[in-house]
């Protein structure tokens, strides 16, 4: 029998196709219902206190379902933050290509930045609790950070030198890390809610940072 004659037919093709389109959705709906089963079971017991049986049978996904998923906790974490990744990329690109923004910008982009934050209160408080525990989560969070600076670093002329300037990195870092903080404070703990007084406290580090590091490169 030639090569040819062991082909399947377009029929049968067609049907393997479909097979394999239904085999991925339902994986990937698997997975999905997982991560969601995560986030609610985190939220409710504390990420260190739940087990990877609470998930299970908060997702209703068998043991040997979620291993083909996840190696374990940690890496459930890890696709936790990367949720929120779509979501902040788009604010931050949108933060390096403004330049030097006045402050009025700047508290429209950090109000905006607190929203994010609050509308998913459940996620944030996950990945502060398991950024501490877990270090290859907290490398991830890290290292967006370090792209953000990056970006900042490749869209914003003012802000070159952060690509080649070790020190203009660590402040950009660190300032990031500030903004992390302030966020999770105002967005999810609520901390001192009074008012625009911590938005503004916020928009004006950030300014501070900006002008200073943009006088810093042209120096």
Same mark, same amino acid.
């Given at each position: 029998m030639?090569?040819?004659?062991?082909?399947?037919?377009?029929?049968?093709? =067609?049907?393997? /196709?479909r097979?394999n389109?239904r085999q991925? =959705?339902? $994986?990937a709906?698997?997975?999905e219902r997982?991560?969601d089963?995560?986030? $609610?079971?985190?939220?409710?017991?504390?990420? *260190?206190?739940a087990?990877i049986e609470?998930?299970?049978?908060?997702?209703?996904?068998?043991? *040997?379902?979620f291993y !083909?998923?996840?190696?374990?906790?940690?890496?459930?974490?890890?696709?936790i933050?990367?949720?929120?990744?779509?979501?902040?990329?788009?604010?931050?690109?949108?933060?390096?290509e403004?330049?030097v923004?006045?402050?009025? *910008?700047?508290?429209?982009?950090?109000?905006? /930045?607190?929203?994010?934050?609050r !509308?998913?209160?459940?996620?944030c408080?996950?990945? +502060?609790?398991?950024?501490?525990?877990?270090?290859?989560?907290?490398?991830?969070l +890290?290292?967006?950070?370090? *792209?953000?600076?990056?970006l900042? #670093?490749?869209? /914003?002329?003012?802000?070159?030198?952060?690509? +080649?300037?070790?020190?203009?990195r660590l $402040? #950009? +870092?660190? #300032?990031?890390?500030?903004?992390?903080? !302030?966020?999770y404070?105002l967005?999810? $703990?609520h901390w001192?809610?009074?008012? /625009?007084?911590?938005?503004?406290?916020?928009?004006?580090?950030?300014?501070?940072?900006?002008? !200073?590091?943009?006088?810093?490169?042209a120096?």
């Amino acid at each position: 029998m030639s090569i040819a004659e062991t082909k399947l037919s377009l029929p049968e093709e =067609a049907r393997a /196709n479909r097979a394999n389109r239904r085999q991925r =959705a339902q $994986r990937a709906e698997t997975r999905e219902r997982l991560i969601d089963g995560a986030i $609610r079971v985190f939220a409710d017991h504390g990420y *260190a206190q739940a087990s990877i049986e609470d998930v299970l049978i908060e997702a209703g996904v068998s043991r *040997a379902s979620f291993y !083909s998923h996840f190696a374990g906790k940690p890496a459930l974490a890890e696709a936790i933050a990367d949720v929120l990744v779509p979501l902040w990329q788009p604010l931050y690109a949108e933060l390096a290509e403004m330049g030097v923004p006045s402050l009025a *910008a700047l508290r429209q982009w950090c109000a905006r /930045n607190v929203a994010l934050y609050r !509308s998913h209160q459940d996620i944030c408080m996950i990945l +502060t609790q398991a950024s501490a525990i877990e270090p290859d989560l907290y490398e991830k969070l +890290t290292a967006h950070r370090e *792209a953000v600076a990056g970006l900042l #670093a490749q869209r /914003n002329p003012a802000l070159a030198h952060l690509a +080649t300037d070790a020190g203009a990195r660590l $402040r #950009a +870092t660190l #300032a990031l890390m500030q903004l992390d903080l !302030s966020c999770y404070y105002l967005g999810v $703990r609520h901390w001192q809610d009074v008012g /625009n007084a911590g938005v503004e406290a916020m928009a004006d580090q950030l300014h501070h940072f900006l002008t !200073s590091e943009a006088q810093k490169g042209a120096a």
